[in-house]
């Protein structure tokens, strides 16, 4: 399945997006533009899941700032290196304006997103409107609901459209609440119309569960008001869907994990033919390519930051397989030497500004570095590991948060105490399963995968202080809509 969506992507992947709100109008489709047969139908589809690709690193910053402007990860000036005009420590530090990469970017994509499907989903109406139709045009709301799930997460109230065609000019904002009661009756509504398989590639009936699910998790931070019921109910119908835990805590996050029992929706990026995921180019030290043979030079940026390190038992097993730290070896064996000394990478990062004039251990060779999806042997500047956007311990986790901290009735401790004996730690008692723990265990298992910051926002811990950050206001629960839309559209 990865390669047959792979060689259609290619065909796709770099035809230019597009933004504008407007599209030719057609009153019927000419005969020869019909589809001839289902494989057609379907690829008329694949443009629906194109921004995806983009989300993952900083042409659509989702990803990025995500674990940024969360407490997990980092991103220092080393020097004269990293600064980029303070791009990442604004995030970092909640300082962002409506002016910077991560703003700006993220609203762009998750709108080429929409207007793509909108498109998508307007050729789809021109046709005879037969069962494989139909299906197809839920499909493309499903993913149009994920996007403006996105949106909303991020920025709050926007625009809600439903065409192209019809597509106003300048667009008003519609509320947070508006947006979330449109996008959760049109998933419920068209759920059953979706495909019930576990293909985690495309937009079926469990990944309409699981935006369901995380939907109504956060209604709370998204309508004002509270929706723990409606969280259990898609909960429970992602955990009682077609996923096992996989064996080890890694191995969602191999080159190959197409095949892990555990993934629910992932974005299958291939180094060749669907590049954009280069996490490990970002983060790993310019020596670490002889630790992996990598065939590029990575690029010695981002890292765990030193009190989430912290959180990390020495005996559990998500730490090593996770982050990379300490004395550095090549593939051989043999010691690393940078600078003209063994090269050991210190969980202790000095500061977030870290000046040209400290010593080489501390611009350099600060900080554990994320290595939770596995780098290939020969590793290109591009990852072929699908990234993951759902995976079952995320739900596994919610359903436990429920039980523990919202009035949710059964035993949390059978849905987390699976993932703590896999990571090879001591299960959880009533008792030692406290609430301050449980949103470290979250942690810990979810790390750098994109869902800490949405996570402390549901908490109240986002405006917090740690490192490196002080206590920010609550209007940085979202980002301001980018200062170049609203000058375009002053609705806005």
């Known amino acids: 399945m990865k390669k047959v969506l792979l060689n259609i992507l290619a065909a796709t992947l770099f035809l230019g997006a597009c933004t504008d709100l407007t599209e030719e109008v057609y009153d019927k489709i000419p005969g020869d533009q019909y589809p001839e047969n289902d494989a057609q139908v379907a690829t008329l589809t694949v443009p629906a899941y194109k921004t995806l690709y983009n989300l993952a690193d900083d042409w659509g910053w989702w990803y990025l700032s995500q674990i940024i402007t969360s407490d997990e990860v980092c991103f220092p000036t080393r020097g004269t290196d990293w600064d980029d005009g303070g791009k990442w420590r604004v995030l970092h530090q909640h300082q962002w304006t409506d002016d910077v990469d991560a703003v700006n970017s993220m609203w762009d994509h998750f709108w080429q997103g929409i207007t793509l499907c909108n498109q998508i989903h307007d050729q789809l109406s021109l046709y005879d409107q037969n069962e494989l139709i139909l299906a197809k045009k839920a499909e493309v709301r499903t993913m149009r609901s994920y996007y403006y799930y996105l949106l909303m997460d991020n920025y709050g109230d926007a625009p809600y459209l439903e065409s192209a065609i019809d597509a106003p000019e300048l667009p008003e904002k519609v509320t947070r609440a508006e947006i979330f009661n449109n996008i959760t009756a049109q998933l419920e509504?068209?759920?059953?119309?979706?495909?019930?398989?576990?293909?985690?590639?495309?937009?079926?009936?469990?990944?309409?569960?699981?935006i369901l699910a995380k939907l109504y998790m956060n209604a709370q931070v998204y309508t004002g008001t509270a929706m723990w019921t409606k969280a259990d109910e898609f909960v429970t119908k992602v955990i009682d869907g077609p996923y096992n835990l996989d064996a080890n805590a890694s191995d969602p996050f191999v080159t190959n994990n197409e095949s892990s029992k555990e993934n629910i929706f992932t974005i299958n990026f291939d180094?060749?033919?669907?590049?954009?995921?280069?996490?490990?180019?970002?983060?790993?030290?310019?020596?670490?390519?002889?630790?992996?043979?990598?065939?590029?030079?990575p690029w010695n940026g981002g890292a765990c930051q030193p009190d989430f390190f912290d959180k990390f038992d020495a005996a559990d097993r998500r730490k090593d397989a996770y982050l990379l730290y300490g004395p550095q070896f090549k593939s051989d064996g043999s010691e690393i030497i940078y600078d003209g000394t063994p090269l050991v990478l210190t969980p202790e990062i000095p500061s977030l500004e870290i000046p040209a004039s400290a010593s080489t251990a501390e611009v350099k060779n600060s900080g554990a570095r994320m290595q939770k999806y596995e780098i290939a042997k020969g590793a290109m500047e591009n990852l072929s590991n699908d990234f993951v956007v759902f995976r079952l311990t995320d739900f596994m986790l919610m359903k436990t948060e429920l039980i523990l901290m919202h009035g949710v009735t059964g035993d949390a401790l059978m849905y987390i105490?699976?993932?703590?004996?896999?990571?090879?730690?001591?299960?959880?008692?009533?008792?030692?399963?406290?609430?301050?723990?449980?949103?470290?265990?979250?942690?810990?298992?979810?790390?750098?995968?994109?869902?800490?910051?949405?996570?402390?926002?549901?908490?109240?811990?986002?405006?917090?202080?740690?490192?490196?950050?002080?206590?920010?206001?609550?209007?940085r629960t979202i980002f301001p809509i980018p200062k170049w839309a609203k000058d375009a559209n002053p609705n806005l």
Do not use: C
Request: hydrophobic letters at 30%; glycine letters at 6%; charged letters at 25%.
């Open 189 to 210: 509504g068209d759920i059953n119309l979706l495909k019930p398989d576990n293909n985690k590639y495309l937009a079926t009936q469990n990944f309409a569960n699981a």
């Open 271 to 297: 180094e060749n033919n669907a590049p954009g995921f280069r996490i490990h180019m970002r983060t790993l030290h310019y020596s670490s390519n002889q630790t992996f043979d990598m065939n590029v030079g």
């Open 417 to 475: 105490n699976p993932i703590r004996t896999r990571a090879g730690l001591d299960t959880y008692t009533t008792a030692t399963l406290t609430v301050d723990e449980f949103k470290n265990e979250r942690g810990r298992e979810l790390f750098a995968e994109g869902h800490r910051r949405q996570d402390l926002i549901r908490w109240n811990d986002f405006t917090k202080s740690w490192w490196e950050k002080a206590i920010s206001s609550s209007e």
